[in-house]
């Protein structure tokens, strides 16, 4: 999916390692995440395999290495076509690491668990602002940029509901726990 991405977004403009990523990261985030790790092996072999051109810049009044410039072939083009139509391989999966948490805050700290999601409210309310207002932005591209970046406000909209709601209910029902625990004099296991 990395290798695709890449060469999407080669095809707007000519870009370098860290800008792919920082792109990927800041407006398609909700879609998937990516790390260096991933970008300069790929950037890498999609340059070996000819889909990609490297030129290597200097960087105005900045010591150290050269900076990398991609643009994608020709050849890129072609293979890229070939995977736009195709199928999609797998449906939407959704993998973040404060779900995979949440799942089990029942085990810990509840106080702690709403500081916690306050903190993601914080988070993605950050991310609607910026998203809201690069939706003009995007107005300006395909109708299909267009409507991925609507998606991923909707998106972001839809988490900050359910994260404000989930807050809502994990201090009702620490409330209930309390009062089942001042009636019984038992506290209540996770």
Do not use: C
């Amino acid at each position: 999916m990395i290798k695709y991405a890449i060469l999407g977004l080669l095809h707007y403009k000519d870009m370098h390692g860290y800008r792919i990523k920082e792109h990927i990261e800041q407006n398609f985030g909700h879609m998937w995440s990516i790390n260096y790790g991933q970008i300069y092996p790929n950037l890498k072999k999609l340059h070996e395999d000819g889909l990609i051109s490297m030129t290597e810049m200097n960087q105005t009044g900045e010591k150290g290495p050269k900076r990398k410039l991609y643009s994608i072939t020709g050849k890129g083009k072609q293979e890229f076509s070939r995977w736009l139509e195709e199928s999609p391989e797998k449906p939407m999966l959704l993998r973040d690491p404060f779900l995979m948490r949440f799942v089990f805050y029942g085990f810990g700290d509840s106080e702690r668990f709403v500081e916690i999601i306050g903190n993601q409210i914080k988070r993605y309310e950050n991310d609607l602002k910026r998203r809201r207002k690069n939706l003009k932005r995007w107005d300006k591209n395909s109708i299909y940029v267009k409507l991925i970046a609507e998606l991923g406000t909707s998106l972001n909209e839809m988490f900050i509901t359910w994260l404000k709601h989930s807050r809502e209910e994990i201090l009702k029902d620490e409330q209930n726990n309390k009062k089942r625990e001042r009636k019984t004099g038992k506290r209540r296991i996770a």
